[in-house]
């Protein structure tokens, strides 16, 4: 999905006045980064807000929107993975 349909489902999801709409990424080293988001503030207009969005997207190593249809799918084949690894985190602080 691009950034203005990932945009435009979560706008349309929302009942909040901000979003954060997280990404998934490959650093330099290869390694998933799954924490990162892009934080929406709807007051300051749709185009502001998927441009922010697209330069994102940009981004060397941006995978997917976690939001989008290809992430749903994503967290969805890598559950148990990813489940175990912030389990590590937030048990174990490594």
Known sequence: MTAREVYYKVYAISDMPVAMIGFTLKDKNNVLQLGQSVWIKFSD????????????????????WNNSSEG???????AKEIGRLFANIILKQQ
């Open 72 to 78: 749903e799918e994503f967290f969805k084949a890598h």
């Open 45 to 64: 207009g749709h185009e502001v807000n998927i441009k922010r969005m697209e330069k994102v997207q940009k981004t060397r190593g941006f995978m997917l």
